[in-house]
């Protein structure tokens, strides 16, 4: 054998060998590290958890995205921002994950996004709410699905403003997102109207609100209406506690996901009625894509869905569509895909604004009621998410890394 015929057999061979590794991570799954906090609130991460599979299956029986299947590791961080880091890392350097995803309680999702940041990372923020995940604390590397806690304050104050109430007191869960809340709610409503006054604040500590003590706090303060933040298991303590007090007679509640499902079934015929929230009505929302969507869960699940189930599906999908558009699973590129990226979600069509990295979800906004002993929304209206954020020009000033 002569020296040409040589190399020419040795890179046959290395093409030979080179090849299965090849098409093995072409058919690879794309692999997404999703970390949250199943253990701490389930009643809005089961159905979240459930909306993820459910789009996933459908994305992978209709061929998977780029070839590939998609596969799902789901972490759970028990609500410490330091687990949510350390699970981070686990997904990323062991586990080879291409993103990171999920998030509920906002400092969790706060730490979540240093940790992209700092490794240059790709996140997608399902629900933690905090401005500061795309403002003040934006980063290249993190986008968030939810209407964020101004996007909210501002549909609510747009109800609120109409209201005869000038003396107002506010009650949040003392972490991230009731600080949040609380201020842009009371920015945006003294603008709206100058001569409101709010004449008490109550931070409870989240999960362990003293329900009796805060609502004779609040009672004492004599307020014509009042800012609701908490929910889960607090929410549940404080309408128990303000309904037996009589706190609620005569006054307006203004209430952020009060609305929602997974903390109106709780209170069943003890939901407090007229009250003014964000939620999700599920049985009446009749647009064609929330109808696919719903028949699809109550198919699979035998159940209807929880805002967690919206949020879950449309997280999943908003990836799927990303790494269309990218066409690649190389995280600098898909990065880029995600700004500007639109999607369909259960709510109509959705874009992850190029400015801030926020998308355009929107909630619904009405009023609490009750129907056969259940908790409901009524009198609702769609809040699109694009109408309550701040232009463009706004964002360079809200987010100084740019």
Do not use: C
């Not at 159905?47 to 596969?71: C, F, H, M, T």
């Not at 307020?223 to 933040?229: E, Q, S, W």
């Not at 908490?230 to 506690?241: E, G, P, Y």
């Amino acid at each position: 054998m002569d020296r040409r015929q040589f190399v020419s057999g040795a890179a046959l061979g290395a093409v030979a060998l080179a090849t299965p590794s090849l098409l093995r991570a072409q058919s690879a799954p794309i692999k997404i590290g999703e970390i949250n906090s199943y253990t701490s609130q389930p009643a809005f991460l089961k159905p979240y958890r459930q909306g993820w599979d459910l789009a996933q299956e459908q994305v992978n029986a209709a061929g998977g995205v780029l070839g590939r299947k998609i596969e799902t590791l789901f972490r759970d961080d028990a609500g410490k921002p330091e687990d949510s880091v350390r699970l981070a890392g686990e997904l990323i350097n062991a586990e080879k994950v291409d993103l990171l995803s999920g998030g509920f309680l906002s400092n969790v999702g706060l730490a979540i996004a240093d940790y992209a940041l700092q490794n240059k990372r790709l996140y997608v923020a399902s629900e933690p709410l905090s401005d500061a995940i795309v403002w003040a604390k934006g980063n290249r590397y993190t986008f968030r699905l939810r209407p964020s806690t101004y996007m909210q304050a501002a549909m609510l104050v747009e109800e609120a403003a109409k209201l005869p109430a000038k003396k107002w007191a506010i009650v949040a869960p003392n972490y991230e997102y009731g600080q949040s809340a609380a201020k842009w709610f009371k920015e945006l409503l003294k603008k709206a109207k100058p001569d409101v006054d709010f004449v008490a604040e109550q931070f409870p500590a989240l999960g362990r609100i003293d329900a009796g003590a805060t609502v004779q706090a609040l009672e004492a303060a004599k307020p014509d209406a009042i800012f609701n933040v908490t929910f889960a298991a607090d929410l549940s303590n404080f309408v128990r506690q303000g309904n037996t007090r009589g706190l609620f007679e005569g006054r307006t509640v203004v209430s952020m996901l009060t609305g929602e499902p997974e903390y109106l079934d709780p209170l069943g015929a003890e939901t407090p009625v007229g009250w003014i929230v964000t939620g999700y009505p599920h049985a009446d929302i009749q647009t064609p894509d929330h109808v696919k969507f719903r028949e699809a869960y109550k198919a699979k699940y035998n159940d209807y869905p929880r805002l967690g189930s919206v949020v879950g599906f449309d997280t999943m999908n908003a990836i799927a569509a990303g790494i269309a558009k990218a066409g690649t699973t190389e995280n600098e590129k898909l990065v880029d895909a995600l700004k500007g990226l639109k999607f369909t979600s259960a709510f109509g069509p959705v874009e992850f604004r190029a400015s801030d990295h926020q998308a355009t979800l929107g909630a619904y906004v009405g009023k609490t009621a009750v129907k056969d002993g259940k908790g409901v929304m009524v009198d609702w209206r769609y809040a699109d998410g694009a109408k309550y954020l701040p232009s463009d020009a706004e964002v360079k000033t809200l987010r100084p890394a740019g």
